[in-house]
DNA sequence: ATTTATTATCGAATCGTTTCGATTATTCTT
DNA sequence: AAGAATAATCGAAACGATTCGATAATAAAT
């Protein structure tokens, strides 16, 4: 079928390995030579087979990127973002990218991806939350992982996160700039790593501002296990005014869980943002096209990607590193839905 | 490092070929060798190396998924959805899926995906619309490939389609059934072939319900080049009601477009939809939560993935089958923005 | 009971690279 | 100018599977 790098070496009228060397850019290789192999090899459009080369080196230079079903498929695009920025770093190293899905259900084996059995891939990424005994099984084959967006306490990984703390004091900020001093917060899939440390901000910042009583107080907030949903902002924002009917302002964890919240308001026929503002985290597409237009955080989706693979590939070179925490920065973005004054 | 196919044999005390055979299901081999070494894999958890398997064998057991970058973040998820449906069905065949996305520019041969140069795949789907001059390359290649949600008229492919035109005719049907006539139509990216059978659907149901002379007149479409936003909803509206102020409904050619178009509407203090009723396109998420909540047409958006890799399973087994087209069933769904009627 | 067909097992070639060590050619030291 | 270091090239052994043909064992046919 193809032509070989056989084919190449006679052409050119040289030996299989240099051609070899050319190809890898490693060794010696003079000028004179190196040229005369690139011009056969351009002239025959050859390149290398990649199982070949994947036996030979014991590299197979791919990459596999693990997220869960739910999780892609998620209208906000956000793991898709992530996705795709790792896709567009990968390529930067001549990498491919393998995708599997996992289930939410635990059930291993049979969800383990495939390309794990076969040991098709140099290293992993894993976005967003897995089963948890996944992740430990792939902890035990002791390959490189990086993990976005998701971590395990006890478990040591290269990690990327999104300064969620950061993003929600910058809310908490711009609200009580605006004189909004009864904050409330609601959110799902509370065991998640970001939106815990998104609670933490809130607290922690609430604390500084002097509104730690009212943060402390558990009847104003709404915190439940259930996946993201805009179910959690309707029931929330219910749930709280229930106790709290004076509540000025409230932050969701996300925008899908803030669109519900805005619903139920507007069911109710509080006027966005005079009566109660409201804030999302994650900054989608329909946060900027809401009625009214929400407010957000913007969080660097492909970036977040991108920096997965860089990380990725650093301990695939070089296994030995320290694990590191890389945290991409994030930027709270005013809409209507919290712009008080003006 | 890992076990081989070697050490299977030496332990089992048989031939590499035998236990070749009864990895693969291939040809004969006793009731007793295969429980025995079927045994010693199990025990020592052996999977056979793919990129050895791969060079022997000359199939890799890899299909590439391409779709644009733009189509992947598309905040919808369509599209990855439709990826999550190729991977689902890529594992019932133990296939591995290769992601690459192509950007919208036209640049061969940076654009050309990685897989496809070092032979990687033993076949492809592309979903969505990817550069024209691409998809006559990979043509050329004479891989096995399916495209799904895209098609050109002069390239001949398996292909997966929804089906348009009959979700088009339900949502004039529905309409009409409510007295509404002046309907008018909004779509961007006209070019793509959805969005054309859309456009079409509309002119002929409209024409079968004596609407013709309405559906024919210039004035009553939008129809632009750009690619799918809100904006085109929020434009195409208003310029439809510059010239037709009596319009009774209109039809996006996706929910994005309809919700500038629930915007524009709203913000003009059009009652939605007692003044005009609008509908969109796709049934993402947000239709089922904007305000008012959104009709549409539910796209079956994974099940398109399936059938798309069953497609490319057929086509890489039996490469000389004769093209197929296979179009995929969609559906109304009423929501507020349509229903005048109670 | 011999021939023929079927079933079972194996040895060896093969797939297309990489890489190690050996060999030769060239350049640098002193 | 001889020896040492460096640069250039090559041959051959891996890498871990599949698969073809040969051979041996068993079953079926006459």
Chains 1, 2 share one sequence.
């Not at 794990?116 to 948890?132: H, M, N, Q, T």
């Not at 711009?174 to 917060?185: N, V, W």
């Not at 026929?269 to 503002?277: E, L």
């Amino acid at each position: 079928m193809g032509i070989t790098i056989k084919d190449i070496a006679k052409i050119a009228g040289v030996s299989i390995s240099t051609v070899s060397l050319v190809i890898s850019g490693k060794g010696y290789v003079s000028q004179a030579t190196r040229r005369k192999i690139q011009k056969v090899i351009n002239d025959y459009n050859y390149r290398p087979l990649r199982s070949a080369q994947q036996l030979a080196s014991n590299q197979t230079g791919n990459i596999g990127f693990i997220t869960s079903d739910v999780h892609l498929s998620r209208s906000e695009a956000f793991y898709s973002r992530i996705l795709l920025g790792v896709e567009l770093e990968a390529r930067n190293y001549d990498y491919n990218v393998l995708l599997s899905t996992v289930g939410e259900g635990t059930n291993i084996p049979k969800n383990i991806p495939r390309f794990l059995k076969g040991r098709d891939v140099d290293g992993i990424i894993i976005a967003g939350s897995i089963p948890e005994d996944l992740l430990w099984y792939i902890h035990d084959i002791a390959i490189p992982v990086v993990l976005i967006d998701y971590r395990l306490p006890d478990l040591q990984h290269d990690v990327v996160m999104m300064d969620n703390r950061h993003g929600i004091q910058q809310i908490v900020q711009h609200l009580t700039s605006q004189g909004l001093e009864r904050i409330g917060f609601i959110a799902g899939s509370k065991n998640h790593p970001s939106i815990k440390e998104r609670f933490e901000g809130y607290q922690i910042t609430m604390e500084q501002f002097g509104l730690g009583n009212f943060a402390r107080a558990e009847k104003n907030h709404f915190l439940v296990m259930q996946e993201t949903s805009s179910d959690i902002g309707t029931e929330g924002i219910a749930s709280i005014l229930k106790n709290e009917p004076a509540l000025q302002a409230v932050i969701c964890a996300n925008d899908t869980t803030a669109m519900g919240c805005l619903k139920e308001l507007q069911k109710r026929n509080f006027r966005i943002p005079q009566d109660i503002a409201v804030v999302g985290f994650d900054d989608n597409y329909y946060a900027a096209i809401s009625q009214p237009t929400l407010s957000s955080v913007h969080v660097p989706k492909i970036e977040m990607g991108v920096e997965g693979a860089k990380l990725l590939m650093d301990r695939i070179t070089n296994p030995n590193k320290i694990y590191q925490t890389r945290t991409v920065p994030v930027e709270v973005v005013v809409r209507e839905s919290s712009r008080v004054t003006t």
